[in-house]
């Protein structure tokens, strides 16, 4: 993997966050696709990441939040980048326009998940890769104690708009089974090549930890040294990053059911 980037990966505490982009990295660097979009932009940290690669001549993001698409453009200055307000039900991008689509941690906050794949289908070449990943809904228990409890005793869960507190729930409309996943992407045009679960071993509370309260610090705070859109060297992350990463060692083969993120790839189909 790019050396920068790797360096960048291991000042990332969330290790689930970790593992996705090193995969999302990987496949990039195997392909050289040319133009890219990552569909969901966020803030814009895959798009700034793929700015190191000299061969990709255009990258673009789309998101629907207006304060992360002016957080991504502060931060992608890169003169093949282009950001704008959009929805995945209305990409501004003509027919098969795109060799590789990022679809990372977004399906799950769609009302309409399989509208929004139809419409990354159409810009996407025949042939060209898709990669999604999403919550598992066989989540770790030690992940998320707390709605791990409720759904497995009451079948509920706390509401997503409760973001400190709502765990691996906040802001998401569902989790996925990795069958359902699979089934989605195939009724919507897609031929699934490769499926991972990520992450089954981890501390306990970790999302509350990472997001409940590590989020509230870097966003209202100003924590710079553990804000995963600051691309500078970070030594106390860095220790953090691998103090949450210590559960993996027991992680001798993938897992099989339960995992925090399922990772698949795809490609659109002829």
Sequence with gaps: ?????????????????????????????????????????????????LSFYPFIIEIHGVDINESHIKKAKTICDDKRTTVKKASLYSLPYPDNYFDFVI????????????????????VL???????????????????????????????????????WLAGIWADHERLYEKGQLRSLLETTGFKVNEQKLLIRWCLPFSHFLLYGIGKNLVE??????????????????????KLFRLPQLLEVKEPKTTSVIIFMKSVKEA
């Design 1 to 49: 993997m790019n050396r920068s980037l790797k360096n960048i990966l291991q000042a990332e505490i969330d290790p689930a966050f970790a593992k996705r982009s090193e995969l999302i990295f990987q496949e990039v660097e195997k392909q050289k696709p040319q133009k890219i979009l990552d569909a969901g932009c966020g803030r814009g940290f895959y798009l700034k990441s």
């Design 103 to 122: 679809c990372s941690e977004v399906l799950e906050h769609l009302k309409d998940d399989r509208k929004a794949l139809k419409e990354i289908k159409r």
């Design 220 to 241: 209202r705070f100003g924590a710079k040294e553990f804000d995963r859109f600051s691309f500078n060297k970070k030594p106390a992350s860095t220790f953090l990053a």
């Design 125 to 163: 070449k025949p042939k060209g890769t898709l990669i999604i990943t999403v919550p598992n809904i066989i989540f770790p228990f030690l992940w998320d104690p707390l709605n791990w409890f409720l759904m497995s005793l009451l079948q509920i869960h706390i509401d997503k708009e409760i973001w």
